[in-house]
């Protein structure tokens, strides 16, 4: 028996087709790019793609290196990592932290004797 969905219904993640070619943001590494990883609200590690150059800019800026994948090639390339989550257009973003400077050392604190 064929069971018919409603056009309301949300399918499960699992029934959804693939996203297609997805721009997908990279670093520079040793042996050339490398996919960016990010985390979910929750912590979770997750794979990013967008549907658009322009989404991609909008959310991580200009200066920001991508390359063409397929949503399932990404699967693939972050699962050996375990990496299950693929997100499509996260809108919001923590900003990258900023490099690391010098500090001033907080000082120990001096314990004063008191011979009397």
């Known amino acids: 028996?064929?069971?018919?969905?409603?056009?309301?219904?949300?399918?499960?993640?699992?029934?959804?087709?693939?996203?297609?070619?997805?721009?997908?943001?990279?670093?520079?590494?040793?042996?050339?790019?490398?996919?960016?990883?990010?985390?979910?609200?929750?912590?979770?590690?997750?794979?990013?793609?967008?549907?658009?150059?322009?989404?991609l800019t909008a959310t991580l800026g200009a200066g920001q290196a991508w390359i063409r994948l397929a949503e399932p090639a990404l699967r693939a390339l972050t699962a050996p990592l375990g990496i299950t989550t693929v997100t499509v257009d996260p809108q919001l973003t923590a900003p990258a932290p900023g490099p690391v400077g010098t500090t001033t050392p907080v000082p120990a604190p001096v314990l004063a004797a008191r011979i009397g």
């Open 1 to 55: 028996m064929t069971q018919h969905r409603s056009g309301d219904d949300d399918p499960e993640p699992s029934d959804r087709p693939p996203a297609g070619p997805l721009y997908v943001p990279v670093r520079p590494g040793p042996c050339g790019c490398a996919a960016r990883l990010f985390r979910t609200p929750l912590g979770d590690r997750t794979a990013v793609g967008f549907s658009s150059a322009s989404r």
